[in-house]
């Protein structure tokens, strides 16, 4: 990558209420894309910029998480304002560290964040980088799932690389059969794949990781990093396989929201400053590891301040 990286992840900010050690819930705004958005903030250089491509409201709460994104150093020219909606909102709850989702989401104003063919072209026209996931398809229209799809084939065409998280997520999509080919398109169409072995295989069938690498790569992805929870992570990449340890956290874990989504940007930004896959692979665990001891998605304690 050139020297000013840029980077624009796509998808959907919400309002997060994450449980305190007092039984209290405290207020805060990530969701997946926002969230490796937030970490890679963080580990790429000053040089660089990070970009939010989504929509919200022009409602008080809307303006609270622009400014947000604002002081987090993450740049919002590319966050649409949308009359009459708001964000959405969800909150977590946790049981021994694992947590699970209450959500209120179906008129985020995020779901409208591809209407506009020319918007997202500008917004994606010169990046380095794209990043999104299966939840940025899911909450989009059909129509607007294939506008998003044919921006993404264009700036590729223009030398932008794609890096795309299934993270699949059922509940979002109306049916099955729907859920798969699209994430499965989307994956043919992108230059790094970021799969969760769990999800692959309850809905995909595959037996192992390697299968899962396998499919995807069969399918045309360049580079698939499969995650597998504590268990080595899988990377397939020029038709060559390989498995790399992941360390036993140092520090118990707290809970698991936004393992995933930073291990994402600890492998992306240490691949993008051009380390070898070993190294973007142990990058990324390292930070999952101390995300992970911290309650939240957005662990500042896990990352330096903004550079």
């Keep these: 990558m050139r020297g000013k990286v840029r980077v624009v992840s796509i998808g959907e900010c919400m309002v997060e209420f994450a449980p305190t050690s007092n039984g209290q819930f405290a207020m805060g705004f990530a969701g997946d894309t926002f969230n490796t958005a937030w970490y890679l903030r963080r580990l790429l250089p000053a040089t660089a910029t990070v970009s939010y491509l989504s929509a919200v409201g022009t409602d008080g709460m809307s303006d609270q998480m622009v400014?947000?994104?604002?002081?987090?150093?993450?740049?919002?020219d590319t966050v649409q304002r949308v009359p009459g909606r708001s964000v959405g909102l969800y909150v977590i709850q946790l049981t021994n560290g694992e947590r699970s989702f209450a959500y209120w989401r179906s008129t985020s104003a995020a779901r409208l964040l591809a209407e506009d063919a020319d918007r997202l072209w500008s917004a994606?026209?010169?990046?380095?980088?794209?990043?999104?996931?299966?939840?940025?398809?899911?909450?989009?229209?059909?129509e607007a799932r294939v506008r998003l799809m044919a921006s993404l084939a264009r700036a590729?065409?223009?030398g932008s690389k794609v890096a795309f998280d299934p993270n699949i997520r059922p509940g979002l999509w109306s049916d099955a059969p729907t859920m798969l080919q699209s994430i499965s398109a989307m994956a043919a169409a992108?230059?790094?794949?970021?799969?969760?072995?769990e999800d692959e295989a309850r809905h995909f069938g595959d037996p192992d990781p390697v299968a899962t690498a396998h499919r995807y790569a069969g399918s045309g992805s360049t580079l698939v990093v499969v995650k597998d929870g504590p268990m080595?992570?899988?990377?397939?990449?020029?038709?060559?396989?390989?498995?790399?340890?992941?360390?036993?956290?140092?520090?118990?874990?707290?809970?698991?929201t936004a393992a995933g989504d930073s291990f994402n940007a600890g492998f992306l930004a240490s691949f993008l400053t051009n380390a070898n896959l070993s190294e973007a692979v142990a990058a990324g665990t390292s930070l999952a590891a101390r995300v992970i001891a911290g309650p939240g998605a957005l662990v500042r304690t896990a990352v330096g301040a903004v550079p």
Excluded: K, N, Q
Excluded at 71 to 76: K, Q, W
Excluded at 190 to 197: G, Q
């Design 67 to 76: 400014g947000f994104m604002t002081a987090e150093g993450i740049l919002t």
């Design 190 to 197: 992108a230059d790094i794949v970021l799969p969760s072995h």
């Design 232 to 256: 080595p992570v899988v990377t397939l990449h020029a038709g060559h396989a390989e498995r790399h340890p992941v360390p036993v956290p140092s520090a118990p874990v707290v809970d698991t």
């Design 124 to 142: 994606l026209d010169g990046a380095d980088l794209i990043y999104l996931s299966g939840i940025t398809l899911a909450i989009l229209s059909a």
């Design 156 to 158: 590729r065409a223009a």
